[in-house]
């Protein structure tokens, strides 16, 4: 084991009250909103495939010429409310946005910069707008926040010179300045996801990134924060070099997850955040380019975190209007339907200590020591479901969750082993069979 000074703050994992909360909050929304949904991965009449978020650096934009479309970003669409009520629809409890992502502008009005939304024909506190009707939706907020910042003249990646270490000094206080403000300015929020610590010049900021969490936690009691912000003073990011998680929750299941039989994931809290199209967080234009995930495959995703001990943040990106596109509104119609009638196998639910089988996934409730949720994805031909539980678990019932008052058809294997008959289910979408065990005492 090295010494590892600069490593984890916080004992983990956290049982306070605000971590319990976001545990139990499962799944959430990602917004990528920035003035790249303004040009939409298109530049010049050429179509970008890469990242729409990126086109800066994909078309090889100037910053001065990134930059100016500040003075178009005008969505004139917006609507916090309406989107605050797509999101309650759709099942989320909690919702991410930006901040200020890698192009380094800024949705709030930050007094330590004018690339920002004052400075926009828009003008109004965007982020504000947001927080406010997502809270009166009962949704919780966190804010996205990239250390990287294409825009500020005091960024770099390498610190190869006495001039890179001042410069990166001024970088780091100009980092802490806008993240204070953020809190002081929207005390409501309840996390912090940080992005864009991944160049050299973070990871030989250890201590500062330290310092920086337990100072932001000082100031704003039970603030969750993700594993990204962090590295220890060796370099070595979200787990420090003895292999201990920093931050509050594991944040690399980037548009991946972790397979669905692996048990030592479930020992940290931890977020898959996920795109609909293959690799697109802001708004791009043409949808056409790769695989757009259906509903049922973004059920699937949410369903197996769940079942994994994790959360699922889904992505969506605004246009550079204000709206959503009418695909992203269709999704979260379907999903939101599928949650109105499902969501007591993944809110406040976790990992159920039993193996994953092939029909789909098991979850549990945290306050529940007897009833397990099988949440079906594959119908078995027979239609019966083989079920391996632990050994000595009887099972008093089992029932489709939609018909609570019929009982199914159980012939014990072995200790412990079941097969359940469901043959008549007609549903085409994934459905909840529930478990109830007899109680052990
Ligand atoms: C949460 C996601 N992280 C960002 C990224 C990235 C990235 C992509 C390729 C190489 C290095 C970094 C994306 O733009 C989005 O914000």
Redesign the pocket.
């Known amino acids: 084991e090295k010494e590892v000074k600069y490593g984890q703050i916080t004992e983990l994992p956290r049982q306070d009250d605000a971590m319990k909360k976001w545990r139990s909050n499962r799944f959430g929304q990602?917004i990528?909103w920035g003035l790249y949904a303004i040009p939409g991965g298109v530049w010049k009449g050429k179509t970008y495939e890469y990242?729409a978020?990126?086109l800066k650096s994909s078309a090889g934009i100037s910053t001065a010429t990134w930059d100016s479309l500040q003075y178009q970003f005008n969505p004139i669409k917006f609507n916090a409310m309406a989107w605050a009520k797509m999101a309650k629809a759709m099942g989320v409890k909690y919702a991410t946005i930006?901040t200020k992502?890698?192009e380094g502008f800024c949705l709030w009005p930050s007094e330590y910069t004018d690339f920002d939304i004052e400075n926009t024909p828009y003008g109004k506190d965007l982020l504000g707008e947001f927080i406010e009707a997502y809270n009166a939706e009962g949704i919780d907020v966190s804010l996205?926040y990239?250390v990287l910042d294409w825009h500020h003249p005091d960024w770099r990646y390498k610190l190869n010179s006495e001039e890179d270490k001042e410069a990166f000094e001024r970088l780091k206080i100009f980092t802490k300045n806008q993240l204070l403000e953020l809190l002081d300015r929207y005390p409501t929020v309840k996390g912090l996801w940080f992005?864009?610590t991944?160049d050299q010049c973070w990871k030989d900021n250890g201590q500062f990134s330290y310092e920086l969490e337990k100072k932001l936690k000082e100031k704003h009691p039970g603030l969750v924060v993700n594993s990204r912000m962090r590295a220890d003073e060796y370099g070595s990011r979200h787990f420090d070099s003895n292999g201990v998680l920093m931050g509050d929750y594991e944040s690399g299941y980037?548009r991946r997850l972790p397979n669905p039989w692996d048990i030592e994931v479930t020992k940290n809290d931890w977020e898959c955040?996920m795109t609909i199209p293959e690799n697109q967080?802001?708004y791009h234009k043409d949808w056409t380019l790769t695989h757009i995930k259906t509903a049922n495959e973004l059920i699937e995703m949410l369903v197996q975190c769940t079942s994994q001990n994790g959360n699922f943040l889904l992505?969506f990106g605004p246009t550079g209007e204000g709206d959503f596109r009418e695909e992203e509104v269709k999704l979260a119609k379907e999903i939101g339907d599928w949650m109105d009638d499902n969501s007591s196998a993944i809110y406040n639910c976790g990992y159920a200590g039993l193996k994953k089988q092939g029909w789909g996934y098991f979850t549990q409730n945290n306050d529940s020591e007897t009833t397990i949720n099988m949440v079906v994805f594959n119908k078995p031909i027979n239609g019966k479901y083989r079920v391996k539980l632990n050994k000595g678990s009887v099972i008093k019932k089992a029932y489709l969750l939609s018909k609570p008052d019929k009982a199914l058809d159980l012939e014990e294997i072995s200790n412990g082993e079941y097969f359940i008959e469901a043959k008549k289910v007609k549903t085409k979408d994934p459905f909840v069979i529930i478990i109830e065990l007899e109680n052990k005492d």
């Open positions: 990602f990528h990242a978020e990126f930006t992502h890698h996205y990239s992005d864009g991944w980037e955040c967080w802001g992505n």
